[in-house]
């Protein structure tokens, strides 16, 4: 073999060998097992604070990755994953959401409850109706927000509101909680009802009025990640942080309660 072959075969092998190296960087965990690469985690809207904070934590926590937060309604969520949206990882405020991503058989092992929440009424600062319970929400002139029924958080409002034997009307049927507090922090509405968790994190702008019947209704969270994740090891690894002791220290803080 010329010198010239002998070179030429080496580049070869040099170049298949760092593209080798390369191919799974942004894929694969690193030497010690932690999640590396991009990590695309859709979640329930009532979780963006939450998953804000630990996203970063999770990134300090594993050198070199990066997560990417898509929030919505999770019914809006599970359809987008089932019609082959590019993702990691799922977060649901419900299982009912999970099931539909599970059945169509795009998930990668068992979803996992890791946190639950409760609803409580979101009023004003100042509350000017006096709002103290659902009862209070079908007085005249009161307008309320509620989430679409499809929606978790619409479907246990719809729960607590039949356990009080309280008919009401909303004025507005939002696509996800965030929607919803909205309403309340633009003073487009009287009360809607959200999640503890959202009522605590918009605490400088509503109130949040708890109430008996909303013990009726807690949604459990599951967490999965999903088969045809983009990146599979930092899907299990950042859903192995999120059911860790740090990230459940942050979900407690913000008004979840524990699985």
């Not at 220290?249 to 524990?258: I, K, N, P, S, T």
């Amino acid at each position: 073999m010329s010198a010239r072959t002998t070179r030429t075969a080496m580049a070869v092998v040099m170049a298949l060998a760092a593209a080798g190296c390369g191919a799974g960087d942004d894929k694969a965990s690193g030497a010690d097992g932690r999640g590396t690469g991009a990590v695309t985690v859709f979640a329930a809207a009532s979780l963006t604070e939450s998953f804000r904070r630990i996203g970063r934590e999770f990134e300090a926590a594993n050198p070199g990755s990066a997560v990417t937060l898509n929030v919505a309604g999770s019914s809006a969520l599970a359809n987008q994953i089932n019609q082959g949206a590019p993702a990691d990882v799922f977060a649901s405020a419900a299982p009912a959401n999970m099931a539909t991503v599970t059945e169509a058989g795009n998930v990668d092992g068992t979803p996992t409850v890791f946190a639950r929440n409760q609803l409580v009424i979101a009023v004003p600062r100042d509350n000017p109706k006096g709002v103290t319970g659902l009862a209070d929400l079908s007085r005249p002139g009161v307008k309320v927000a509620l989430c679409a029924n499809q929606v978790p958080c619409g479907a246990a409002a719809r729960t607590a509101l039949d356990a009080a034997g309280v008919a009401l009307t909303p004025v507005t049927l939002e696509q996800d909680v965030k929607g919803a507090l909205a309403k309340v922090k633009l003073g487009e509405v009287d009360a809607a009802l959200v999640y503890r968790s959202d009522a605590r994190a918009a605490s400088a702008d509503v109130t949040g009025v708890e109430f008996p019947e909303s013990a009726r209704a807690v949604n459990d969270y599951p967490i999965v990640a999903l088969k045809d994740a983009p990146n599979p090891a930092g899907a299990r690894a950042f859903v192995a942080y999120v059911r860790s002791a740090p990230a459940q220290a942050v979900l407690a803080e913000a008004g979840f309660q524990a699985p």
